[in-house]
């Protein structure tokens, strides 16, 4: 099945020419014209083909996106408008952007969308939570209460990366209507909380009871970041004391 696309979408640019015309009369001026030589005038009437737009004097022809930059173009699209935004067309509506160019990337957005949550699981597996050296257990756990959002050592940026707390919202909210959104969101969060749970273990406390106090404090930390989306509160207070709760008031581990 051939893929009909526009001749301004095809990746190699050629322009079909228009049924029922004799091109074989002026081959020399058509592929001058297609390997990026100057239009002359009268070719327009000559070949038929209009100049391009980036022909035209002082007009650059926007950059082609690569992979990088239409995953973060996705990830600035679901920070803002949630995942209902992933369409081909709401993609493509940008400068460099085009169909060919995306589909000739990904093949179909279905497979552009488990790249771009595969992207943002391997980020949070490779976070690490752990004290810095010279620092206690209860310090850095008082550190994670007050993070403005649920306990995630991502790497920081702007609302669009894949680390941030905005696309964080966001995939919380695609995981319910998406089972391959919720098993890589059920992964990270379990490799946070086991992380959590180490830090505890490091403190003195049993396995079973690091375990039960690391769910505590992190689905306080999911449930304050909720509330302050929608209620501007960050519960900062209160997850403090819950951390020195959890430690048994031991301001020294």
């Not at 059920?186 to 406390?205: D, F, I, P, T, Y």
Request: aromatic letters at 6%; a neutral charge; proline letters at 6%.
């Amino acid at each position: 099945m051939k893929l009909m696309l526009r001749a301004a979408d095809r990746i190699d640019g050629h322009v079909r020419p228009p049924k029922g015309r004799n091109w074989a009369a002026a081959p020399d001026a058509v592929l001058h014209d297609d390997m990026g030589g100057g239009a002359t005038p009268g070719m327009a009437a000559q070949t038929g083909v209009l100049p391009r737009p980036w022909r035209v004097p002082g007009f650059q022809r926007p950059e082609r996106l690569g992979r990088a930059d239409w995953l973060m173009r996705g990830f600035s699209l679901l920070a803002s408008d949630g995942h209902q935004a992933l369409t081909l067309a709401t993609l493509c509506d940008c400068a460099g952007g085009s169909r060919a160019g995306f589909l000739g990337l990904f093949g179909e957005v279905a497979d552009f969308r488990a790249e771009m949550i595969a992207l943002w699981e391997s980020t949070g597996l490779q976070a690490e939570v752990g004290p810095h050296p010279g620092q206690t257990v209860l310090s850095c756990f008082l550190g994670l209460a007050a993070e403005t959002a649920a306990p995630q050592p991502l790497p920081a940026g702007g609302e669009d990366q894949p680390g941030s707390v905005v696309v964080e919202r966001a995939i919380r909210v695609w995981a319910q209507a998406d089972a391959l959104v919720a098993r890589a969101l059920a992964r990270v969060e379990c490799h946070r909380v086991a992380q959590l749970r180490g830090l505890l273990v490091s403190a003195g406390l049993s396995a079973p009871r690091a375990q039960e106090r690391a769910e505590v404090f992190y689905a306080a930390r999911v449930g304050f970041d909720a509330l302050q989306a929608s209620m501007g509160i960050t519960g900062e207070g209160a997850m403090r004391a819950l951390a020195i709760a959890i430690l048994g008031g031991k301001i020294s581990v």
